[in-house]
């Protein structure tokens, strides 16, 4: 379990670093500053699974895995943001922005409820290992799946037609990125 927990606090540490440097380098640039609330919210859920994963009882491992997940919800609300910000996209996928942060809202308020995650179980060789509620599941399929679906469309649609090396080489290593990270 050890090296699951430090896993995490590496994750939170480098990402907050990363975020912290994009956004001293420009702090009035808004990509900067939706970047940084993307590293806000990596640093939230590497901090609560570092925690989850030293939890030495249930109400503490449920509280650290509902607490991460607030973190792991807005990762992609923020990633899919950052991408629409880069690539200049505008019209109909402003409101998808929107309704990608009421949802997440909506559903960050039920963080502590049985519709998010009801409980932690022993699973495999971890001895907390969180179920899934109702909203958990929306979470997954829209939010999470959906929008960095559509961030990786829009992504790989502008490496296409884009002009300009630079930001072809910019896109391409956000891609590298996503399909990795």
Known sequence: ???FAISGIINALVSIGLGLIVVLKNWREKNNLIFFLMTVSLFIWGFGYWEWQLASN???ALFWIRFLSIGS???PVFFFHWVVV???KKGWVKTIVLISYLSGAVISLFFSSD???PSVEGKLFFPYWPNAGLLYGIYVCLIYVGLISLSLYFLFKSYKTEKDNNKKGQI????TGALLG
């Open 86 to 88: 880069l690539l200049n």
């Open 1 to 3: 379990m050890q090296l």
């Open 73 to 75: 919800l807005f990762i």
């Open 172 to 175: 391409l290593y956000i891609i």
């Open 58 to 60: 249930y109400s503490s």
């Open 115 to 117: 519709l998010f995650i």
